[in-house]
C-alpha cells in the first residue's frame, strides 16, 4: 500500500448481529474466504490444525495463496454452529475488514467501500474515522510486502 491516506464513507452506521451471512455461502453468492500464507500459518499455530485441514492452495488470487474449506452447508470450517468465529482473535485480514473492503484509486489514495449485503449496516453507531483507521493500520502491517487491494471478499 502507497499513500498513508484514505477516504471513508461518511455517516455509515454499522454493528454486527452475528448471523454468520459473512461466513459462507448464501443463496446469491459462491463465498471465497482467502488468507495469506502468514494467516493460515498462524491459524494452524493457534488451533494445532494442519493447514491442509482447513484451507486448499488457490493459485488465481495473489498475494492470497489459500482458501478457507467450507463444511457441507456451505458455511466456514471455524463458523461454530452458533454463528461464533471459533479463531476469532486469529481470523484472516478480510474476515476483519468485511462489510467493508479498500480499493486503490487511480491517484495513490485508497477508498473504503462497503457491500448492502451484511444486514449489519444501518445499524449501530455511526462509524468515526478511528475506526477506519484501525482497518487501515492493520491492512498496512498485513500487506507490508504486498500492494493490493483488500477487496475479494465482499
Ligand atoms: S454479515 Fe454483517 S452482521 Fe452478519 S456476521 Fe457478517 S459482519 Fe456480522
Ligand atoms: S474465519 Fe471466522 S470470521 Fe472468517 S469466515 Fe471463518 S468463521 Fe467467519
Not at 485508497?110 to 451484511?118: I, L, M, R, S, W
Amino acid at each position: 500500500m502507497g499513500n498513508s491516506d484514505f477516504i471513508f464513507p461518511k455517516k455509515i452506521r454499522f454493528e454486527c448481529i452475528n448471523c454468520g451471512v459473512c461466513c459462507g455461502d448464501t443463496k446469491e453468492k459462491n463465498r471465497r474466504i482467502l488468507m495469506l500464507s502468514e494467516e493460515t500459518a498462524e491459524i494452524s499455530v493457534k488451533t494445532g490444525i494442519k493447514i491442509s485441514d482447513f484451507s486448499n492452495i488457490c493459485l488465481d488470487k495473489k498475494p492470497y495463496l489459500y482458501e478457507m474449506n467450507k463444511k457441507q452447508n456451505g458455511k466456514c470450517f471455524f463458523l461454530s454452529s452458533k454463528n461464533k468465529c471459533n479463531i476469532y482473535s486469529e481470523r484472516p485480514l478480510i474476515c476483519r475488514f468485511y462489510p467493508f473492503e479498500l480499493i486503490d484509486q487511480s491517484d495513490g489514495n485508497h477508498k473504503f467501500y462497503y457491500t448492502d449485503e451484511c444486514p449489519g449496516i444501518n445499524k449501530g453507531k455511526t462509524l468515526n474515522k478511528k475506526y477506519f483507521t484501525g482497518l487501515f493500520e492493520q491492512a498496512k502491517n498485513r500487506f507490508q510486502f504486498y500492494f493490493m487491494n483488500i477487496n475479494n471478499r465482499i
